[in-house]
């Protein structure tokens, strides 16, 4: 034989057993991780559509102690009377406007006299109940689309708030403290409701102050997050019973899940509640020829009395997942000729540091803060001396608001970020004391009065606010997610789009938005 000949066939034969070796050692893990994708990749889905749908409930529940608190400070400070009708719903009126899910407020003392509002089709009902000594008579208006009162008239009424499940847990702590979903007296729908008590200088009495939410209301907003058209939310009690919303010829009402309608519901119950009732495992059913995926969150954690169901049927998720199943094939195969191929991009699809969110721990805010001060303003980065007060002037400016609003609509068009308020550009601390709120509360709520104003209350979501002590003083840290959708700052009839340039946000005119927002992956 031809040496030559010989050479190419050991070549060849080399070759060979080097292609058999490289795809030993690569498609076989890829198909492994392939098997594994699927339930991965589910998981994962589901374990981020119930985290949303209770992040939706804590973000309103957030919302309403903050503005509880508010209300509170009026009952202390003797602004708040129930004496004079007509006064006290108008001071009332705009808190709903405010909290969008809230459906009633009440206030109520230990001597059983309450005062109550609510939503109506019309427009608004209030009721002032009191003892009149033969008996507790409830004096009722009807507030017209104006706020202007429409009927009037008293009758007889057997309600006594003492009795409601509010009043007493509201006295026995020092707290806000959120009932279990239970029936309102007065409309018979199901609700839970937030309150809090102080006490009434004037006479020395105990005063409960109540907000109502509607589980109705609440069951739409968690169905606005629904992963996917075909998935299924729904909501239920410790005790095995399913919520069923309001409709045209059913009351909303907790029943027991072996009397719903759902086949898919009983069994995805009964297999999760056999599993001791793990918010932490997600489990998957068989049904009608498709397998369904299956989380569960406590709305309270530490109670875990009510509970949030997310179910989304595997074709949907993996529909989601198609692209990244198909990237994973193709970097297996063609790691066979380029074996650094697949560490290269499992890097940079991987292994890309996220900047936006990793200098700030909730475990050391204080040491945290500190480092993010001596790095200096960056693409993630930007410092604000004040939240609402020009320092040259002393007055409260809305310059100065828009100033630092830009900035986190920066941080939400581009790659998320961090804005530290009360620092000033060169690093020193002045603190979130030269804006004079009264309290941190106040800040708290002036803050996303402002987010809500000029962003939008449904971007709140990839904000979260923290207030820190630092040396005798108080930052604001405003940490920004990336935004999955383009968001505008709003200055009257005007709307800006900013990104981050390095350390700074720039404006883009109109040409420059769409085209950003058109490649913006």
């Given at each position: 034989?031809?040496?030559?000949?010989?050479?190419?066939?050991?070549?060849?034969?080399?070759?060979?057993?080097?292609?058999?070796?490289?795809?030993?050692?690569?498609?076989?893990?890829?198909?492994?991780?392939?098997?594994?994708?699927?339930?991965?990749?589910?998981?994962?889905?589901?374990?981020?559509?119930?985290?949303?749908?209770?992040?939706?409930?804590?973000?309103?529940?957030?919302?309403?102690?903050?503005?509880?608190?508010?209300?509170?400070?009026?009952?202390?400070?003797?602004?708040?009377?129930?004496?004079?009708?007509?006064?006290?719903?108008?001071?009332?009126?705009?808190?709903?406007?405010?909290?969008?899910?809230?459906?009633?407020?009440?206030?109520?003392?230990?001597?059983?006299?309450?005062?109550?509002?609510?939503?109506?089709?019309?427009?608004?009902?209030?009721?002032?109940?009191?003892?009149?000594?033969?008996?507790?008579?409830?004096?009722?208006?009807?507030?017209?689309?104006?706020?202007?009162?429409?009927?009037?008239?008293?009758?007889?009424?057997?309600?006594?708030?003492?009795?409601?499940?509010?009043?007493?847990?509201?006295?026995?702590?020092?707290?806000?403290?959120?009932?279990?979903?239970?029936?309102?007296?007065?409309?018979?729908?199901?609700?839970?409701?937030?309150?809090?008590?102080?006490?009434?200088?004037?006479?020395?009495?105990?005063?409960?102050?109540?907000?109502?939410?509607?589980?109705?209301?609440?069951?739409?907003?968690?169905?606005?997050?629904?992963?996917?058209?075909?998935?299924?939310?729904?909501?239920?009690?410790?005790?095995?019973?399913?919520?069923?919303?309001?409709?045209?010829?059913?009351?909303?009402?907790?029943?027991?899940?072996?009397?719903?309608?759902?086949?898919?519901?009983?069994?995805?119950?009964?297999?999760?509640?056999?599993?001791?009732?793990?918010?932490?495992?997600?489990?998957?059913?068989?049904?009608?020829?498709?397998?369904?995926?299956?989380?569960?969150?406590?709305?309270?954690?530490?109670?875990?009395?009510?509970?949030?169901?997310?179910?989304?049927?595997?074709?949907?998720?993996?529909?989601?997942?198609?692209?990244?199943?198909?990237?994973?094939?193709?970097?297996?195969?063609?790691?066979?000729?380029?074996?650094?191929?697949?560490?290269?991009?499992?890097?940079?699809?991987?292994?890309?540091?996220?900047?936006?969110?990793?200098?700030?721990?909730?475990?050391?805010?204080?040491?945290?803060?500190?480092?993010?001060?001596?790095?200096?303003?960056?693409?993630?980065?930007?410092?604000?001396?004040?939240?609402?007060?020009?320092?040259?002037?002393?007055?409260?400016?809305?310059?100065?608001?828009?100033?630092?609003?830009?900035?986190?609509?920066?941080?939400?068009?581009?790659?998320?970020?961090?804005?530290?308020?009360?620092?000033?550009?060169?690093?020193?601390?002045?603190?979130?004391?030269?804006?004079?709120?009264?309290?941190?509360?106040?800040?708290?709520?002036?803050?996303?009065?402002?987010?809500?104003?000029?962003?939008?209350?449904?971007?709140?979501?990839?904000?979260?606010?923290?207030?820190?002590?630092?040396?005798?003083?108080?930052?604001?840290?405003?940490?920004?997610?990336?935004?999955?959708?383009?968001?505008?700052v709003k200055d009257g009839n005007k709307e800006h789009f900013y990104i981050r340039n390095g350390p700074s946000s720039d404006e883009l005119p109109v040409s420059q938005a769409l085209n950003y927002i058109k490649h913006r992956e």
């Amino acid at each position: 034989m031809p040496k030559k000949t010989w050479t190419s066939r050991r070549i060849a034969r080399d070759i060979i057993i080097l292609l058999v070796v490289l795809s030993t050692a690569v498609i076989a893990p890829v198909a492994y991780l392939a098997s594994q994708a699927r339930q991965d990749i589910s998981e994962q889905f589901i374990h981020n559509a119930t985290g949303q749908a209770v992040g939706q409930f804590l973000a309103m529940s957030g919302s309403m102690e903050a503005t509880l608190g508010l209300v509170r400070d009026w009952g202390s400070t003797e602004a708040l009377s129930t004496a004079k009708t007509e006064v006290i719903t108008r001071m009332l009126f705009p808190i709903f406007g405010r909290e969008k899910l809230l459906d009633g407020i009440s206030i109520a003392d230990i001597e059983g006299n309450s005062f109550h509002i609510f939503h109506t089709e019309e427009g608004y009902r209030s009721s002032r109940v009191k003892d009149s000594g033969k008996g507790r008579i409830s004096e009722v208006t009807f507030w017209d689309e104006d706020l202007q009162p429409a009927e009037q008239y008293s009758t007889n009424t057997v309600y006594d708030p003492r009795n409601r499940p509010w009043f007493a847990p509201a006295l026995a702590k020092d707290e806000i403290v959120w009932t279990d979903p239970y029936k309102f007296f007065t409309t018979g729908d199901i609700g839970i409701t937030a309150s809090i008590s102080y006490l009434r200088k004037k006479d020395d009495m105990q005063v409960v102050i109540a907000f109502d939410v509607l589980v109705d209301d609440l069951f739409k907003e968690m169905h606005l997050l629904a992963p996917s058209d075909n998935s299924l939310i729904y909501i239920f009690r410790r005790d095995a019973s399913l919520y069923v919303p309001k409709s045209e010829n059913i009351q909303a009402a907790f029943v027991p899940i072996g009397d719903t309608g759902s086949d898919l519901i009983r069994k995805v119950h009964s297999n999760w509640f056999g599993d001791q009732q793990d918010s932490g495992r997600v489990i998957s059913v068989m049904h009608e020829g498709q397998l369904w995926w299956c989380g569960f969150r406590p709305l309270d954690p530490d109670r875990k009395t009510t509970w949030i169901a997310v179910m989304v049927p595997e074709r949907d998720i993996l529909g989601h997942a198609g692209q990244r199943s198909k990237r994973l094939w193709f970097i297996g195969f063609a790691s066979i000729l380029i074996a650094t191929g697949l560490a290269v991009w499992m890097v940079r699809r991987y292994g890309r540091p996220n900047d936006a969110t990793a200098t700030f721990d909730r475990e050391d805010p204080e040491g945290s803060v500190e480092k993010i001060i001596a790095a200096g303003e960056s693409r993630y980065v930007e410092f604000k001396s004040t939240m609402r007060m020009n320092l040259h002037t002393q007055k409260p400016g809305k310059e100065i608001e828009m100033a630092w609003m830009k900035g986190v609509a920066g941080f939400l068009n581009t790659d998320g970020g961090i804005l530290l308020i009360g620092v000033t550009d060169d690093g020193e601390i002045t603190g979130l004391e030269r804006d004079v709120f009264e309290n941190e509360d106040k800040c708290r709520l002036h803050f996303k009065n402002l987010i809500s104003k000029h962003i939008g209350a449904d971007l709140s979501k990839y904000i979260r606010f923290i207030i820190v002590p630092m040396v005798g003083k108080t930052i604001g840290v405003v940490r920004c997610d990336r935004a999955s959708e383009p968001v505008f700052v709003k200055d009257g009839n005007k709307e800006h789009f900013y990104i981050r340039n390095g350390p700074s946000s720039d404006e883009l005119p109109v040409s420059q938005a769409l085209n950003y927002i058109k490649h913006r992956e």
